[in-house]
């Protein structure tokens, strides 16, 4: 009888796939098995297949670092993050952290972080957009581990143009000390996990460590659901 409705419901309201806008059965959710299953051809990008730590390790070394999926353009994975990055759908951003988390669950040195730290974004930008995409991330992640999210020791702190058409120097130039640390005693002496959406250049990223890296006793580790190539 619960059945029954349920594909009634499904028929008179057709839920279609994130990724490829085709009708989903009902045991499909945010996007369909044959999307899932290219997404999972780029999928899981730890310590040494990718090359996240040694992108952000430029002026800190970054202690643990891993990435849900290898960024390549036209492809699935990009089409949804892109979605959930610029077409304010948090739906798809939250699915696939819950997906990532999967994955972070496996590993033992999730267990050491103490605070969750999502990459800032300036305040304007959060206005226009109603939301910085790696605090709804940080916010899955700390919501499934149950490690506190923290966005007030750190802020951004300069308004800067979109990096997408920079050259990689005028990216590294552009996000020089558009960081500040607000209130250190938050951080001190524990391990934070960054949270970011996409690592490019890493430029962004490595801003960020720089200055939290300034704490006492500090260690950082680092995750992003997007590695470009
Ligand atoms: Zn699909």
Redesign the pocket.
């Known amino acids: 009888m619960f059945r029954t409705l349920f594909s009634l419901s499904s028929f008179l309201l057709p839920r279609y ?1 994130c ?2 806008k ?1 009708i989903m059965n009902n045991l499909e959710v945010v ?2 098995a ?2 899932l299953c290219e997404l999972g051809q780029c999928h899981n990008v730890f310590e040494d297949k990718g090359d996240l730590r040694k992108r952000t390790s430029i002026y800190y070394p970054i202690k643990n670092s891993g990435a849900f999926i290898l960024y390549k353009k036209q492809s699935i994975a990009s089409k949804l993050i892109h979605k959930f990055k610029y077409d304010d759908d948090l739906v798809i951003g939250k699915y696939l952290m819950q997906l990532f988390c999967n994955d972070i669950k496996k590993l033992d040195w999730i267990n050491d972080i103490d605070l969750i730290v999502p990459l800032p974004l300036h305040w304007r930008r959060t206005w226009h957009r109603g939301y910085n995409q790696s605090e709804v991330l940080a916010r899955e992640v700390g919501k499934i581990f149950n490690i506190r999210v923290e966005t007030k020791a750190v802020k951004r702190i300069k308004f800067t143009k979109s990096q997408v058409r920079r050259t990689a120097q005028e990216r590294w130039e552009n996000v020089e000390n558009i960081f500040k640390l607000c209130d250190q005693k938050r951080l001190e002496g524990k391990h934070i996990l960054i949270v970011d959406d996409i690592v490019t250049t890493g430029a962004s990223i490595n801003s960020c460590v720089r200055e939290i890296s300034k704490v006492k006793g500090i260690e950082i580790s680092v995750i992003a659901l997007g590695l470009a190539e």
Do not use: A, P, Q
């Open positions: 796939c990724g490829c085709k996007i369909c044959d999307c």
